[in-house]
């Protein structure tokens, strides 16, 4: 079968390997949609800082089911699935406590393990999550960035009712956005300094869109939230900037959660923590319920995820797509990779 390996930042080789066979609790799957995400793009630059090379890539994918082991149950040759790419210990504390998210010795299969930019794919059947037949294969490979929202937005309680602010409107900042409103929140606000990620939004059904470089925060916050201004606040940019914003623009009591990946260490005004009693909160991944949301918002038709996919490529193209990525100019969103 075809692999796609790649061999160092910026190289990407195609190899035939043996195709894999499974053990009794496994599952066979053929890869058939691989979307890009930003960490895949750290990766192709040689910024990851937990990934070495050669690597596999392939995170956010969906397949159809070829073959299983005979201890499996509830997953037959033909379904359409995805899975959840992370391998855990299942001994330490955060495993032995639901959190298997940060286990101790997490690797994420595509960064510290191999991924599925390969034909066949082989899974323990623990990650595998079946999906309605109906289901398109974009939708299906984009669970896995909608389970990120939904742990991150889960992350800052019941949003019910609530006002809430998005910094950052890139495809992860998008779908918290789209969750946010998905679960009941009474107004969205995301901002960027991207007017073609701030359409996006728009089209995807946010409220209210904000460019910062053009406007000011806490006016438009006063404006379009009203002086109460947001009740959560989710920083999914992961830069100093943002991180300023988020603890600044927060009024007294309001929760911040950092869904943001930071390269370098932000500085942030605890002070302003302490004073305005703000709830400072990681998030981090996603656990199995929160695929389960996912699949249940997607299926139910309440996000948008046809408007992020921007870009299409066929499987022997999987580095010119990141070559296009280059030459955007941050004009994308969801690239896909289509395998078969």
């Known amino acids: 079968m075809k692999q796609a390996v790649m061999v160092e930042p910026g190289k990407v080789e195609f190899r035939q390997v043996e195709k894999p066979t499974i053990h009794d609790d496994e599952v066979l799957m053929q890869t058939k949609r691989i979307g890009v995400c930003g960490s895949d793009i750290h990766v192709y630059h040689g910024k990851h800082p937990y990934t070495r090379y050669p690597v596999v890539q392939g995170h956010e994918v969906a397949g159809v ?3 299983v082991g005979k201890d499996v149950e509830g997953i037959a040759v033909g379904d359409k699935v995805t899975f959840t790419p992370q391998v855990v210990c299942g001994q330490c504390y955060p495993c032995r406590n639901g959190m298997h998210n940060v286990c ?3 690797k994420v299969m595509g960064f510290q393990t191999g991924g599925a930019a390969q ?5 323990p059947r623990w990650n595998v999550f079946k999906l309605p ?3 398109s294969l974009d939708h299906a490979a984009m669970i896995e960035p909608v389970s990120v929202a939904v742990h991150a937005v889960g992350r800052g309680g019941d949003v019910t009712g609530k006002k809430v602010l998005v910094l950052g409107a ?3 900042g ?3 956005a789209q969750v946010s409103k998905a679960f009941g929140a009474e107004a969205v606000m995301i901002t960027d300094v991207s007017d073609y990620k701030l359409r996006k939004a728009t089209a995807c059904g946010i409220d209210f869109v904000i460019n910062t470089a053009h406007e000011d925060l806490n006016a438009a916050l006063l404006r379009d939230l009203r002086p109460n201004r947001a009740d959560l606040i989710l920083e999914c940019v992961g830069v100093q900037a943002t991180a300023t914003q988020a603890v600044e623009c927060a009024r007294k009591g309001t929760t911040v959660v950092i869904v943001g990946v930071y390269g370098e260490k932000p500085v942030v005004n605890l002070g302003y923590v302490q004073d305005r009693e703000l709830s400072l ?3 981090a991944m996603y656990q199995k319920r929160d695929f389960e949301g996912a699949i249940e918002l997607v299926t139910s038709g309440k996000m948008h995820l046809d408007e992020l996919v ?4 066929a499987f022997e193209d999987y580095l010119q797509a990141y070559h296009t990525i280059e030459r955007s100019n941050g004009e994308y969103m969801k690239v896909m990779i289509e395998v078969g």
């Open 104 to 106: 101790e010795k997490l």
């Open 119 to 123: 034909e066949y794919f082989v899974l």
């Open 133 to 135: 037949n109906d289901m």
């Open 65 to 67: 089911v070829t073959q």
């Open 310 to 313: 921007t870009h299409r490529f």
């Open 281 to 283: 909160i990681g998030t």
């Open 174 to 176: 998008n779908l918290v």
């Open 170 to 172: 890139g495809t992860i």
